[in-house]
């Protein structure tokens, strides 16, 4: 049976990566200091987030975030899966082929945290919808900042809010469960961190695993 690894970098030679987590963990944080220590280290690099990372894909986040109140959970499902098909296809995937790094900041399992289990969505519905956005692309890691959701909610407030940030404690806590029993279902593709360790300690055991990944990839040119 094939590894994750060779499953994900197969003939296109890159390494997907994502960072999960919710409101407040740090992701973005640590994505930008591992994307620095690849580069430092001749990497070839591509960061992006979720929703986002494309013309259409900022258009549809600012959409949404934009909201005062939650819209219909399957409407918010589509939009985020929208958003994912798009970044998959312009961003993800040419990446990849050209054996570049991809670092990106959510995808699919953030789906299955937040409506799948954050808003109680039938998992047949959010499995279709992610297949239909990825077309079966995993990442060969997937790193879990582990946080109580009181301390995510109480860094995040210095930078205001969206919808999803003020949401209720108890759904943030079916988050958190929902990124533990996925991380448990699938332990060899997750890296699960306290998120409340210093950055510079996260940082080191999240580069760690990711320069073990793969040989570096050659930079464009080199």
């Not at 999960?20 to 973005?28: L, V, Y």
């Not at 499995?127 to 946080?147: C, E, F, Q, R, S």
């Not at 695993?209 to 990839?217: G, H, I, Q």
Request: net charge negative; proline share 4%; aromatic share 6%.
């Amino acid at each position: 049976m094939s590894s994750v690894r060779d499953a994900v970098r197969g003939r296109a030679g890159g390494v997907f990566v994502t960072f999960e987590g919710g409101e407040g963990a740090g992701k973005s944080t640590q994505l930008l200091s591992v994307a620095a220590h690849a580069r430092d280290a001749g990497w070839q690099v591509v960061t992006c987030r979720e929703p986002g990372g494309t013309a259409l894909g900022e258009r549809l986040r600012a959409a949404l975030l934009e909201l005062e109140t939650p819209p219909d959970a399957v409407a918010e499902l589509l939009v985020f899966a929208a958003a994912r098909a798009q970044l998959v296809a312009q961003v993800i995937r040419p990446a990849l082929a050209a054996g570049a790094l991809v670092l990106c900041d959510r995808f699919a399992d953030s789906t299955y945290a937040y409506q799948q289990y954050g808003r109680g969505l039938d998992p047949a519905l959010v499995d279709a919808a992610n297949a239909a956005a990825t077309g079966g692309l995993l990442p060969a890691l997937t790193v879990l900042l582990d946080l109580d959701p009181a301390v995510g909610s109480g860094r995040g407030a210095a930078g205001g809010s969206d919808y999803l940030e003020r949401e209720a404690a108890a759904f943030h806590e079916r988050v958190r469960a929902g990124y533990r029993a996925r991380a448990a279902a699938e332990p060899g593709r997750w890296l699960v961190l306290d998120g409340a360790r210093a950055a510079a300690e996260l940082t080191a055991a999240i580069w760690g695993r990711v320069a073990a990944l793969a040989e570096t990839p050659r930079v464009s040119g080199d």
